[in-house]
């Protein structure tokens, strides 16, 4: 059933297919069932790449099953190898293809290629599209350095000691980035930018744009850098133990986290990193490639309409940590409620929930999601493009800020998360749906006004068409509004509209309705009622609403009308 709604994520086999469509030269040979090639429009699509993903599909029919799969594997092997090359093949199967048990990978594992074939055991019933990526990438480094392996015991000397030794600057490796990666690609040219700037190279880049023989480059550098944990944190610990090389794990996200990401590079490599993080503290208006403008946004007057927005947050547990703490460190923002579909990674995120205060959503039903975001009546929601969906119903702005993405999250510009850099995007793209909400709201509010009316707009020339009246979005089936739990909140609002429907800073909580003899479930708005709550800013308009619903219901009202509407007022303002 699930299937047939939004997922967060794939199955494991497209995960690691993520990792053979971001690499070179590998090649990726999946045992499926004709209809399972659907996956390929995920890469021609969303990112719009110009060839598809290097993937052979067996693409085995029903009348197969009766005969011998095992065969068409080896066939489709072959084939596979003798038409493109690869430097180094992955042999899988897709989630109905584990049903047969025909177990490909050691089926090419005998063939005796002359390459590298790295079989892939994905339990598609069990695990996702993260994890599959992310135990696609180990198998596939394992594979390729465990030759070079030393022997265990060995020890490697400091890196500060080699390259002052070797009078060279320190090398790094970034793991991780991939193909339909949030802004991954992005992200990589701007940490590479930025660790040129500290006097770092970048070695090895993986799996993004990598080749097999930039794999086996892989322990030639001086350190590794972990981008993106869901992808690379498996390989980076693999290679922490067996190469005995330093892992940076700072993810720098936010300015907070690259400050820190910045000063763990100096720790590792002995780079006096001062100079650099004084000169991006300077924080004045000017553009500068090195220099993040979010502080001295946040230090403007218009800042204040900021201050103490309500925001939701879900995604990945990587994009959803850096999310929370630059909403709540670097904004001032409220985080009511964070959440992830990552369940391998749900320790942290109920560490730093509980640390903030709230409860944390693990969850990978967008239902679920949804009827969270409902409850907590957040101002923003910071999320995947399912919480886009979920906010443009519920009438909250929202910022997407994670996988899973739709196309226009891959824009044509560099467009980063990670860095100074990515931090300017970061507040461009969270506070301009506020910003335009907030300007909405006052066209709508003005709209009956002779000054905002055709007729009297002087630079059209009056030869527009009227416009169609705004509407307010449609309330989800059901009783869903009327029967959320509202608890307290902080709220940044027009003071006249506070006034008109009673919001206080600290709402008060609901308390038990006297008893009814007639049980409704439902209140209907009259017109006039609903003229009144359209005045409401957008962003607390949901709330009004379910306050009033909720105190009719309790009081056996039918009909909601405006007197209705101020009673709750009167209720809740007590």
């Known amino acids: 059933m699930?299937?047939?709604?939004?997922?967060?994520?794939?199955?494991?086999?497209?995960?690691?297919m993520r990792i053979a469509t971001s690499m070179t030269g590998v090649h990726y040979v999946l045992h499926a069932p004709q209809g399972d090639t659907y996956?390929?429009?995920?890469?021609?699509?969303?990112?719009?790449?110009?060839?598809?993903?290097?993937?052979?599909?067996t693409t085995f029919q029903a009348r197969d099953l009766g005969g011998d799969t095992a065969e068409l594997v080896k066939t489709s092997v072959r084939e596979a190898y003798e038409r493109f090359q690869p430097d180094a093949l992955l042999v899988g199967e897709s989630c109905t293809a584990e049903l047969i048990q025909d177990q490909p990978g050691s089926l090419a594992q005998g063939m005796s290629l002359p390459v590298p074939v790295i079989p892939?055991?994905?339990?598609?019933?069990?695990?996702?599209?993260?994890?599959?990526?992310?135990?696609?990438?180990?198998?596939?480094?394992?594979?390729?350095?465990?030759?070079?392996?030393?022997?265990?015991?060995?020890?490697?000397?400091?890196?500060?000691?080699?390259?002052?030794?070797?009078?060279?600057?320190?090398?790094?490796?970034?793991?991780?980035a991939t193909a339909l990666g949030f802004r991954n690609r992005d992200d990589v040219?701007?940490?590479?930018?930025?660790?040129?700037?500290?006097?770092?190279?970048?070695?090895?880049?993986?799996?993004?744009?990598?080749?097999?023989?930039?794999?086996?480059?892989?322990?030639?550098?001086?350190?590794?850098?972990?981008?993106y944990p869901e992808v690379a944190d498996t390989a980076a610990r693999w290679l922490e133990k067996t190469f005995r090389m330093p892992t940076v794990k700072t993810v720098p996200i936010g300015v907070l986290a690259t400050r820190e990401f910045v000063q763990e590079i100096g720790t590792v490599t002995g780079i006096d990193v001062q100079p650099l993080l004084e000169h991006e503290r300077a924080g004045t208006a000017q553009v500068d490639a090195s220099r993040s403008l979010l502080p001295w946004y946040s230090r403007s007057v218009d800042s204040t309409y900021l201050t103490g927005k309500r925001v939701f947050v879900f995604g990945d547990a990587t994009h959803v940590l850096a999310a929370a703490r630059i909403a709540k460190d670097e904004l001032g923002f409220e985080v009511v409620g964070i959440g992830t579909y990552s369940r391998e990674f749900a320790r942290p995120i109920r560490e730093y929930a509980a640390k903030i205060g709230v409860e944390a959503l693990i969850s990978d039903d967008y239902l679920a999601v949804e009827q969270k975001v409902s409850e907590l009546a957040p101002e923003l929601v910071l999320g995947t493009q399912m919480e886009r969906?979920?906010?443009?119903?519920?009438?909250?702005?929202?910022?997407?800020?994670?996988?899973?993405?739709?196309?226009?999250?891959?824009?044509?510009r560099h467009s980063p998360q990670m860095g100074f850099e990515g931090a300017n995007v970061i507040f461009d793209t969270w506070v301009h749906p506020l910003m335009m909400g907030l300007e909405e709201h006052l066209l709508h509010m003005f709209r009956d006004d002779f000054e905002f009316g055709d007729g009297h707009?002087?630079?059209?020339?009056?030869?527009?068409?009227?416009?169609?009246?705004?509407?307010?979005?449609?309330?989800?089936a059901g009783n869903s509004y009327?029967?959320?739990?509202?608890?307290?909140?902080?709220?940044?609002?027009?003071?006249?509209?506070?006034s008109a429907v009673g919001l206080t800073e600290e709402e008060s909580e609901i308390t038990p309705a006297t008893p009814v003899a007639a049980v409704i479930?439902?209140?209907?708005?009259?017109?006039?009622?609903?003229?009144?709550?359209?005045?409401?800013?957008?962003?607390v308009r949901g709330k009004v609403r379910r306050n009033t619903e909720r105190f009719a219901i309790d009081r056996g009202i039918a009909e909601i009308t405006v007197d209705t509407m101020y009673d709750a007022k009167a209720f809740y303002g007590r």
Not at 123 to 131: D, T
Not at 145 to 162: H, K, M, S, W
Not at 197 to 209: I, R, S, Y
Not at 482 to 498: F, K, N, Q, R, Y
Request: overall charge neutral; aromatic content about 6%.
């Open 39 to 57: 996956a390929d429009l995920l890469f021609t699509m969303i990112e719009r790449r110009d060839r598809r993903p290097p993937v052979t599909y």
């Open 189 to 227: 040219r701007e940490i590479t930018r930025l660790l040129h700037d500290l006097g770092v190279d970048v070695h090895v880049c993986a799996p993004h744009n990598a080749t097999v023989a930039d794999i086996r480059r892989i322990p030639e550098a001086d350190f590794n850098i972990v981008m």
């Open 457 to 476: 707009a002087s630079h059209l020339h009056n030869a527009a068409p009227k416009a169609a009246p705004m509407r307010e979005p449609a309330a989800p």
């Open 482 to 498: 009327s029967t959320a739990t509202v608890t307290g909140s902080h709220e940044i609002i027009v003071p006249e509209a506070a």
């Open 521 to 539: 479930t439902s209140a209907r708005w009259l017109p006039p009622a609903e003229a009144e709550l359209k005045k409401i800013p957008f962003f």
């Open 120 to 176: 892939l055991e994905l339990p598609a019933y069990s695990k996702k599209e993260n994890w599959g990526a992310s135990e696609t990438f180990y198998h596939l480094v394992r594979a390729l350095l465990q030759p070079l392996a030393p022997p265990p015991g060995t020890t490697r000397e400091p890196v500060i000691d080699v390259v002052r030794r070797e009078n060279r600057r320190p090398r790094a490796n970034l793991l991780g």
């Open 389 to 412: 969906h979920i906010a443009k119903r519920l009438g909250v702005p929202c910022a997407v800020i994670s996988a899973p993405i739709h196309v226009q999250d891959v824009p044509a």
């Open 2 to 16: 699930e299937l047939t709604l939004w997922t967060y994520e794939g199955p494991p086999h497209v995960g690691a």
